[in-house]
Structures are given as structure tokens and as C-alpha cells.
């Protein structure tokens, strides 16, 4: 069974930053990519970034671009998400995700073969 394991979320005042990580935990795993959507009350989910491991290749969401990096290391299975420049509207369930897909399409939820629980991240004025 493969476990994906958020934190670092918690309350941020606008302007600030946090430092998302996620580790895959379980039986032996590997992925293709990881990356984090999120997804606030009353909203659909919504991609945010991604890593591919073979390319080294990183993806953001347009939410993302600018304020957010997407780092990680491959052979220990985790993922970490720098956000920077926080806004209110960045107040959301942040999930992380890894991909077993190879060609992963890593903007679509449906590549992401398994889920985190998620980590609160909410941003106050």
C-alpha cells in the first residue's frame, strides 16, 4: 500500500510564505512524476504543479506561476512545494499526487494514480 504524506501547511498571513512537503511512503515505489493540486471549499480541484522525474521536467498551474517552485528528489520519493507571496485566495486543501503514467499529461487529475489526504493551508489579511 503506498501512502502519500503532506505537510507543512498551516495559517499564513497574505504576503507570506510556507513550505509544502510530501513524502510516498509503503511498499516499494516508484513514480513517474508527483506534483500537488488543491482544491477550496466550493471550488473544483486545480492542478498547481508538477515534477517529472525522467526529464526533470516541472509544470504550473497559471495560479502558480511566478510564486510558487516545485522541487524534489526522485530516489527518496518526495516533493516539496515553496510558495512564496501568498495570497487570500491561495486558502485551499493542498494534495499531493504521484503518477505511475508514463507520457504523464500532469495538468489532468485523472494521470495521478494516488492521492495524499491533503494539508490545510489557509491565508489570512
Known amino acids: 500500500q503506498v501512502q502519500l504524506v503532506e505537510s507543512g501547511g498551516g495559517l499564513v498571513q497574505a504576503g507570506g510564505s510556507l513550505r509544502l512537503s510530501c513524502a510516498a511512503s509503503?511498499?516499494?515505489?516508484?513514480?513517474?512524476?508527483m506534483g500537488w493540486f488543491r482544491q477550496a471549499p466550493g471550488k473544483d480541484v486545480e492542478f498547481i504543479a508538477a515534477?517529472?522525474?525522467?526529464?526533470?521536467?516541472?509544470y504550473y498551474g497559471d495560479s502558480a506561476k511566478g510564486r510558487f517552485t516545485i522541487s524534489g528528489d526522485n530516489d527518496k520519493n518526495t516533493v516539496y512545494l515553496q510558495m512564496n507571496s501568498l495570497k487570500l485566495e491561495d486558502t485551499a486543501v493542498y494534495y499531493c499526487?504521484?503518477?505511475?503514467?508514463?507520457?504523464?499529461?500532469?495538468?489532468?487529475?485523472?494521470?495521478?494514480?494516488?492521492w495524499g489526504l491533503g494539508t490545510q493551508v489557509t491565508v489570512s489579511s
Open positions: 515534477i517529472t522525474w525522467y526529464s526533470g521536467s516541472t
Open positions: 499526487v504521484a503518477s505511475r503514467k508514463y507520457g504523464l499529461r500532469p495538468q489532468i487529475a485523472d494521470e495521478y494514480d494516488y
Open positions: 509503503g511498499r516499494t515505489f516508484s513514480s513517474y512524476g
